[in-house]
């Protein structure tokens, strides 16, 4: 009989330990649990070198950072609390833990486990990649046919939640398609610009990646704020993103990146 693998991901230790203990009770299912984000993804990458992936993630939406031993079927398996340091995840919600399994390991299903209904999360979870939104108080049987569910590439939600959820989507579509039109409207040389401004490039280092001078530059970036419709470039670089403009490539010129800073609408 081919197992399911499954990772329970909820800083509430009795709800992690209680939830995996009835999972692993079907024949054909295979537990474990963790207590944060950067455990959750430690346990994927453990059990991936192993050869042992999971094939489905819960993830608290609600996620905080306090983390829980991991346990497997009715025994332990030690996970490292999540520490600071150099190339250490830190903490992670539950949407962001979606967007992070996808990217990391996308043939993994997520399930995002929820205390309440909510449409603008729920439609958040779903464009980060989860496959399904199930309330906390369902079932155990609804939740195991999720689970399986997902496996098929099904998408679940609950009825109640899917007329708002659509409309969620659909808003957030349409704000996409008018920021693409408004970024279309920029001539090439303003998108570099714009690009730049993503990065979080000043002015000097804007001109100079451009070799342009600061005055023209200043020009450019009164010309994007204008023709986009903002008064900010915060707004601007907000506007950008949400249009999927991508930050310029600073690798060849490390050292200029840096954050946005705001100094009367314009970049400092």
Not at 66 to 95: E, F, K, L, N
Not at 109 to 132: F, N, S, W, Y
Request: glycine share 10%.
């Amino acid at each position: 009989m081919a197992r399911i693998r499954v990772l329970v991901v909820d800083d509430h230790r009795i709800f992690a330990e209680s939830l995996a203990a009835a999972l692993a009770a079907e024949p054909d299912v295979e537990v474990a649990a963790a207590g944060s984000g950067p455990a959750a993804l430690r346990c994927l990458e453990r059990a991936a070198a192993e050869g042992r992936g999971y094939d489905v993630l819960l993830a608290d939406a609600e996620l905080g950072a306090t983390a829980v031993p991991a346990r497997t079927g009715g025994g332990p398996v030690p996970v490292p609390a999540p520490r600071s340091g150099p190339g250490m995840a830190g903490p992670v919600d539950g949407i962001a833990l979606v967007g992070a399994v996808r990217a990391a390991r996308p043939s993994v299903r997520t399930v995002v486990l929820a205390e309440k209904d909510d449409p603008a999360r729920a439609a958040l979870a779903l464009q980060a990649g989860a496959c399904g939104w199930v309330a906390k108080d369902s079932s155990l049987q609804r939740l195991l046919a999720v689970i399986r569910g997902v496996l098929r590439d099904e998408t679940h939600l609950p009825a109640a939640l899917l007329t708002e959820v659509l409309r969620e989507l659909l808003a957030d579509r349409k704000h996409r398609s008018e920021s693409e039109k408004l970024v279309e409207s920029l001539t090439p040389r303003e998108r570099e610009v714009l690009r730049c401004m993503v990065a979080g490039l000043g002015r000097k280092a804007v001109a100079e990646r451009l070799f342009l001078s600061p005055h023209t530059v200043r020009t450019h970036m009164q010309n994007v704020l204008g023709k986009l419709d903002v008064h900010s470039t915060l707004a601007a670089v907000a506007l950008a993103r949400r249009a999927g403009v991508g930050p310029a490539d600073l690798e060849e010129e490390p050292g200029l990146a840096g954050d946005v800073v705001e100094r009367g609408g314009q970049l400092a």
